[in-house]
């Protein structure tokens, strides 16, 4: 059977993933994400409004019209998580395929919302939810099915599919650390990955994100972020002034760790910005989580401000407010604060919680420095780095090759300097470029099998 691979976005830099393996005449689309960095560097940039073709121009979103020269049938479309660089570009590509989005049932679920927020495509491809250990059947073959194994990722429900074929399995590797620990799902099931490498003719591919490759050791636990959350937290108890914290909204198992520690220090925590509402609102009613009844969670602006001048009145060492704006977006929460645009006035010794890191991009990196200057001009004390990634590190990745033994390794989710570390990974396991370590760009046709 004719295995190939298209490498169609996130191979030149961090965002709008989209890759494509077709087998023999039927064709699966892993992900398809924006770059939201080249709509960050625009002012007032909705997306939503956008036609396809200019956010592809802009670099936003894939250039998918190479999937004319992969001569098959698109399948299914498979978003391996939530986040918008997997999830983003859905609701402007899939329509151009009669195939089902299939996906896990939080990831199902934002994905939905996506589709629901768009204002320029009717997107009307069947919403497919499978989860983690179950499988299905691709084509008419009857020889290449999908498999969904779970994963662990700083945002839940995640998966890493598996196609099934006579030449060996290609497993989709995006995105994911190796947490034995977790604080809301399962384990990422190792065990499933090992058996595997070792099943009929073994993996015939493996595509990895790269992203951590270059750091040493292996990336911490979620378990680890929490208590070092909780320590934080619990060192200002007696503090009787402001405290706020933030991180990714999309991290429901952090914002369960931030509601419960708000809590035990005697607060009463509030979720504040229309993206914390959407993500702990959606995983609160699928039942991943189990929030407080009276919790608080407040998406649009009249809402938040009002909710302000609540904790304004009744005083701000009462609550805990649980924002967006960790990477000092513009129109987000904690940004709005720190200009001073909400009626929650910063004081001098009020503490803000940083519990994520500065994606390491330079519009973020810029946005962020602005966002924390204005909070100290206010006088706040920054708590910064209260984080673990959600992608492995070099353990992780040596783990992950050996479990898997794949014949073909394609490195991913990073631009050339960021699969340099993974090359050289790579190459201690006995892989060698050209061989059977492929290192691509946007665009291009990988030949596994003829």
Avoid: W
């Avoid at 931030?258 to 009613?285: C, H, N, W």
């Amino acid at each position: 059977m004719e295995v190939e691979i298209a490498t169609i976005g996130g191979y030149e830099e961090v965002g709008r993933q989209m890759t494509a393996v077709r087998t023999g005449s039927d064709i699966v689309v892993f992900d398809m994400g924006l770059n939201l960095s080249q709509v960050l560097i625009h002012d007032n940039v909705e997306t939503e409004k956008m036609h396809s073709l200019d956010l592809i121009d802009m670099g936003a979103i894939p250039d998918d019209r190479v999937m004319s020269d992969l001569e098959g049938d698109v399948q299914a479309i498979v978003p391996t998580h939530g986040h918008l660089d997997h999830i983003g570009a859905i609701s402007k590509l899939a329509h151009r395929y009669d195939a089902p989005v299939v996906a896990s049932p939080f990831t199902i679920e934002l994905v939905k919302q996506q589709v629901q927020g768009e204002n320029k495509f009717n997107v009307d491809n069947d919403l497919v939810k499978m989860e983690a250990g179950e499988t299905m059947s691709i084509g008419d073959s009857g020889n290449v099915e999908m498999e969904f194994v779970h994963v662990t990722h700083s945002i839940i429900d995640a998966i890493n599919p598996v196609i099934h074929t006579p030449e060996g399995a290609v497993v989709y590797g995006l995105d994911k650390r190796m947490d034995h620990t977790p604080v809301l799902e399962d384990p990422i099931d190792m065990e499933r990955f090992r058996e595997i490498g070792r099943e009929g003719n073994g993996v015939l591919c493996y595509i990895e994100d790269c992203t951590n490759a270059g750091r040493k050791g292996r990336t911490p636990s979620e378990s680890v972020a929490r208590r070092h959350l909780k320590d934080a937290l619990t060192s200002m108890e007696d503090y009787d002034g402001g405290i706020v914290a933030t991180t990714f909204s999309s991290h429901v198992s952090r914002v369960s760790s931030l509601v419960e520690f708000a809590q035990d220090i005697g607060r009463e925590p509030v979720l504040l910005g229309r993206s914390m509402e959407k993500y702990s609102g959606t995983a609160e009613r699928l039942d991943f989580v189990d929030f407080p009844d009276d919790l608080g969670m407040y998406g649009h602006r009249k809402s938040v401000d009002r909710t302000f001048k609540r904790i304004m009145k009744e005083g701000k060492e009462n609550f805990l407010p649980i924002v967006t704006g960790h990477q000092g977006e513009p129109r987000a929460m904690l940004t709005r604060m720190g200009r001073g645009e909400t009626p929650y006035e910063l004081e001098d010794g009020d503490k803000v919680v940083f519990s994520a890191r500065v994606i390491p991009e330079p519009t973020n990196e810029g946005q962020r420095y602005q966002s924390e200057r204005l909070l100290k001009m206010q006088g706040a004390r920054i708590y910064d780095e209260i984080h673990v990634s959600g992608h492995l590190r070099e353990e992780g990745h040596y783990q992950m090759l050996d479990a898997l033994q794949p014949q073909h390794v394609i490195p991913a989710h990073q631009d050339m300097k960021g699969f340099a570390p993974y090359v050289d990974l790579a190459s201690n396991m006995g892989y060698a470029l050209g061989r059977d370590l492929h290192v691509t760009q946007n665009g291009n046709m990988i030949q596994l099998t003829e």
